[in-house]
């Protein structure tokens, strides 16, 4: 039986939200449309991929491929409306149709690839932790820990009120 992790969420966030990106620029350019990104356009492209991506990993697994159909949708009519935006934007009407059966199409290959992909990495970590347990091991933790050596520790607070070592300014002049 496959166990839940941290892990698979965040996977399932950063694929959900990579691919409704690459599939937006990607169904955009085969249908046609003009591809000149501004810093406005790529902001609002990063800020629905960040969406698609956090909303896709608050979804609870085992619901099958349908939430991150919803989700990667939404996360292409971000990013269609942030390439539509986007200055000198263009393309021919014929070229929509295109476009719209390309977005359509992405979505559910898209979500079966990433809940695909999710399933194989539960069962993978699960039969891991499964053999390693015959095998003898301990349960294995990963702690988020720092360890800083007693001698090395240099409060921040001097290097931020210090200028830095040495002097500032331009060199001497040389007679």
Same mark, same amino acid.
Not at 99 to 110: C, D, E, S
């Given at each position: 039986?496959? +166990?839940?992790?941290?892990?698979?969420?965040?996977?399932?966030?950063?694929?959900?939200?990579?691919?409704?990106?690459?599939?937006?620029?990607?169904?955009?350019?085969?249908?046609?449309?003009? =591809?000149?990104?501004?810093?406005?356009?790529?902001?609002? =492209?990063?800020?629905?991929?960040?969406?698609?991506?956090?909303?896709? +990993?608050?979804?609870?697994?085992?619901?099958?491929?349908?939430?991150?159909?919803?989700?990667?949708?939404?996360?292409?009519?971000?990013?269609?409306?942030?390439? *539509?935006?986007?200055?000198?934007?263009?393309?021919?009407?014929?070229? +929509? $149709?295109?476009?719209?059966?390309?977005?359509?199409?992405?979505?559910? *290959?898209?979500?079966?690839?990433?809940?695909? $992909?999710?399933?194989? *990495?539960?069962? $993978?970590?699960?039969?891991?932790?499964?053999?390693?347990?015959?095998?003898?091991?301990?349960?294995?933790?990963?702690?988020?820990? *720092?360890?800083?050596?007693?001698?090395?520790?240099?409060?921040?607070?001097?290097?931020? =009120?210090?200028?830095?070592?040495?002097?500032?300014?331009?060199?001497?002049?040389?007679?």
């Amino acid at each position: 039986m496959a +166990t839940p992790g941290p892990t698979c969420p965040r996977l399932r966030g950063v694929f959900a939200g990579a691919a409704a990106g690459v599939v937006s620029i990607a169904a955009h350019a085969f249908g046609g449309g003009a =591809l000149a990104p501004g810093t406005s356009t790529v902001a609002l =492209l990063l800020a629905g991929c960040a969406i698609t991506g956090a909303l896709a +990993t608050a979804t609870r697994p085992g619901r099958g491929p349908m939430p991150l159909m919803a989700l990667l949708a939404l996360g292409q009519a971000i990013g269609h409306t942030a390439l *539509v935006t986007a200055p000198g934007h263009h393309h021919g009407a014929l070229s +929509t $149709a295109t476009m719209l059966m390309a977005h359509l199409l992405a979505i559910p *290959v898209g979500a079966l690839l990433i809940h695909t $992909a999710e399933r194989a *990495v539960r069962y $993978a970590v699960s039969r891991l932790k499964r053999t390693l347990r015959r095998a003898g091991c301990r349960e294995i933790s990963f702690r988020r820990t *720092v360890i800083v050596p007693a001698g090395e520790h240099r409060p921040a607070r001097l290097l931020l =009120l210090s200028s830095g070592p040495g002097t500032r300014g331009p060199p001497p002049p040389r007679v």
